[in-house]
């Protein structure tokens, strides 16, 4: 079975802080994405990755970076977080055709206070 | 613009009790679409997916319609169990540049015993 890990479920940050949210996949796909998801607006794409060290931006890119040194792992950061960054963030991965489907992680609530 | 858009935008029904989600899409040029699980606080699971040419795909329960001429879809669940509450999201995948997935709002089902 594929399996996406996030590596908090539960997050509580503080304005202005850092924060890094970890994805790793196990299956050797190459297309990897994080995408947030917040009531009445549906998944929102903010990066997504093809390829270790290849990024482009989703449409939600500002406030947010990414990193994909290994092509199992990419993470989000959140470089001072704000309040409006409070949102649940999902992490998939797929495998880098049209008909595959993406596999979803159990994704982190992250609240910024 | 691309946009995908679901109704009802929640539905509660009786367990044993048929009901049936809708999905609109204006996404051009269409590669296929997808219907996705989401139990609550986790991420979203693929129930089917379908392509220009096919019309109809069941998993189970669960029967997928597409009409690629309206752009209509629909997710009809079969006999509801109680584990059929979650929210459903309809995801339309285009051809156009390196990735795009658009994503519905989803419908909040939820079934009574």
């Known amino acids: 079975d594929v399996k996406v890990t996030q590596s908090s479920r539960y997050l509580v940050k503080r304005t202005g802080e850092k924060v890094f949210l970890e994805c790793v996949q196990d299956m050797d796909h190459e297309n990897m994405f994080w995408y947030r998801q917040d009531p009445g607006l549906g998944l929102r794409l903010i990066y997504f990755?093809?390829?270790?060290?290849?990024?482009e931006k989703g449409d939600i890119p500002e406030g947010y970076s990414v990193s994909r040194e290994k092509k199992e792992r990419f993470s989000l950061i959140l470089e001072s977080a704000s309040t409006n960054q409070t949102s649940m963030y999902l992490c998939a991965s797929s495998l880098d055709s049209p008909s595959y489907e993406q596999y979803f992680g159990p994704g982190t609530r992250l609240t910024v206070t | 613009k691309n946009q995908v858009e679901q109704s009802p935008q929640s539905l509660i029904i009786l367990e044993g009790k048929n009901c049936t989600l809708q999905c609109n899409y204006t996404v051009s040029p269409f590669s296929n679409l997808r219907w996705y699980k989401q139990d609550t606080g986790r991420g979203p699971v693929s129930l089917t997916i379908?392509?220009?040419?096919?019309n109809t795909k069941s998993n189970g329960r669960y029967t997928a319609t597409l009409d690629a001429d309206t752009k209509q879809s629909s997710l009809h669940i079969t006999a509801s169990q109680l584990s059929d509450s979650a929210s459903y999201i309809c995801v339309v995948r285009s051809t156009s540049g390196t990735y795009k997935y658009i994503f519905g709002t989803g419908t909040r089902l939820k079934v009574l015993a």
């Open positions: 379908m392509t220009f040419s096919e």
């Open positions: 990755s093809y390829d270790v060290k290849m990024k």
